[in-house]
């Protein structure tokens, strides 16, 4: 099992930005690709980007320009890196960690756009 801490969290005016981070501990040698999901309220959970052990990225549409996953493997810390936010950028996110024996969530933290 691969326990998950995230942070970062916040509000913030559109066009502005935020960085949220997730730590991870335990079983640390299976995770493969780390990543971020977001759920909006009244909406399904969507893919927002990962990152493979070896850097390849992968990003939704809607964030593509706008945001940046990266990740410290000495810290075993993936970070979002959320640019030029817009209210609909708004959602609790969830960091992902992908193993050989399944995916591991995060409790999620609160990202709101406004003004």
Same mark, same amino acid.
């Given at each position: ?6 942070? =970062?969290?916040? #509000?913030?005016?559109?066009? =502005?930005?935020?960085? #949220?981070?997730? $730590? $991870? ?7 493969? $690709? ?5 759920? $909006? ?5 969507? /893919? ?10 992968? %990003?939704?549409?809607?964030?593509? =320009?706008? /945001? ?10 993936? %970070?979002?890196?959320?640019?030029? #936010? ?6 609790? %996110? %969830?960091?992902?960690?992908?193993? /050989? ?15």
């Amino acid at each position: 099992q691969v326990q998950l801490v995230e942070s =970062g969290g916040g #509000l913030v005016q559109p066009g =502005g930005s935020l960085r #949220l981070s997730c $730590a $991870a501990s335990g079983s640390i040698s299976t995770i493969y $690709a780390m990543g971020w999901y977001r759920q $909006a309220p009244g909406k399904q959970r969507e /893919f927002v980007a990962s990152i493979t052990t070896g850097g390849t990225t992968t %990003y939704a549409e809607s964030v593509k =320009g706008r /945001f940046t996953i990266s990740r410290d493997n000495a810290k075993n810390t993936v %970070y979002l890196q959320n640019t030029s #936010l817009r209210p609909e950028d708004t959602a609790v %996110y %969830y960091c992902a960690v992908w193993t /050989f024996n399944g995916v591991n969530w995060g409790q999620g933290t609160q990202v709101t756009v406004s003004s």
